[in-house]
Structures are given as structure tokens and as C-alpha cells.
């Protein structure tokens, strides 16, 4: 079945402009050109479904018990996510879900989660009945972490020093010709 949905997806995503000008440019392929170099691997599908894909799903199925078989017909979705405490300060963890119906929930795990572990890093299931969209670690910023820039999946892309600047009112072309607060109040006064 997963394989199903890949295969689905891999034929709606966007073509590469080097494949589509593989396929304008290059009026030979090596393959065509001397067929004994075609192997497995020029034909093989990682995606495509074997008999023996099917048997051993049909065999994992059929060993479930039926509230497992229940469960997986009620269509949930399961994140496994990994949590590493990098400071080594114990804190809860917040996490917000939101889904792609926009709608969102927070999930609060105690800090004793990091109690009984000797290592740093700590791995838990979510189970949710919607799709998932974006995960949040600390939506509020509620914990003492330092390094927010990785607590988004997918991950948010952090600006480089130049939008920065450009952001915060700096050179030429900036908001407010690089004004701070006082002097934009300052010349206020003067108008």
C-alpha cells in the first residue's frame, strides 16, 4: 500500500528540466546503442509491488490480533518523532500538531520523560486521526531553548545575514533608511 501512494506521488510531482532535456537532446541512449549493457537495474521499479511484497503483507495481517486490525482499518497516522535534550537542562516538551485542515492541538509531555534515560535522545509515537501539516516543538516558547531554529518539521528556512539586515532596517534601501526607534521618534518631533 505504501509503496502504492510513492508511486502515485513520483508520477504527480514536477519533472526536472534535465530530464526534459534529456529526452529533446539525446537522440541515443547507451542502452539503445549496445543492448548488452541493459542489466536489472535499467528496468528495475523500487516502487513497483512484487507477489512477494503482497505475501508478506498478507502474513503480517493475517498475525495481528483483531483490536490491531481494528486500529489499522480506523486509518490513523502515526509520527515517530526523536526528541535530543542537547543542554542537558531538563524540560517538558510542548508539541504542536497542526493539521492540514488548519486546525491545531498541543501535546504535552512531562519533563520526567528524560528521567530513567542515560542517553540524550528520547523517541515517541503520536498517534493522530488527522494529517499533519507542520509539527511545532515549543509553539509558545514556554522552555529555555537556545537553538529554536530546529524546532520545525518540516524545517522552516532561517534567513541568510543579508535578508537580516535588509529586514531590520539596515543600508540604503531598508525600512525607515536606517532609522532606529529613537531617531524615527526624534524626527517625528521635528514634523
Known sequence: MRKAKLQ?????????ISDMRNKEEVKETVTERDPSTVDFYTTYDELNVLN?????????????????KALLKKGYNFYQITFENVG????P???EFEYIDGTKEVR????EIWKMLPHKEVTKV??????????????????????????YFPARQSLN?????QQK????????QGENPMQRAARDKKN
Open 52 to 68: 512477494l511484497d503482497r505475501k508478506e503483507y498478507e502474513k503480517y495481517y493475517n498475525s495481528l490480533d483483531e483490536d490491531e
Open 108 to 111: 504535552r509531555i512531562p519533563a
Open 93 to 95: 516538551l510542548i508539541v
Open 8 to 16: 502515485k506521488k513520483q508520477r504527480d510531482e514536477k519533472q526536472y
Open 88 to 91: 542537558g537542562l531538563v524540560m
Open 126 to 151: 503520536f498517534v493522530t486521526e488527522k494529517a499533519v501539516k507542520q509539527i511545532t516543538l515549543d509553539p509558545y516558547f514556554e522552555t529555555a531553548d537556545t537553538d529554536t531554529g530546529n524546532n
Open 161 to 165: 545575514r543579508f535578508e537580516l539586515y
Open 169 to 176: 532596517g539596515g543600508g540604503r534601501y531598508g525600512r525607515g
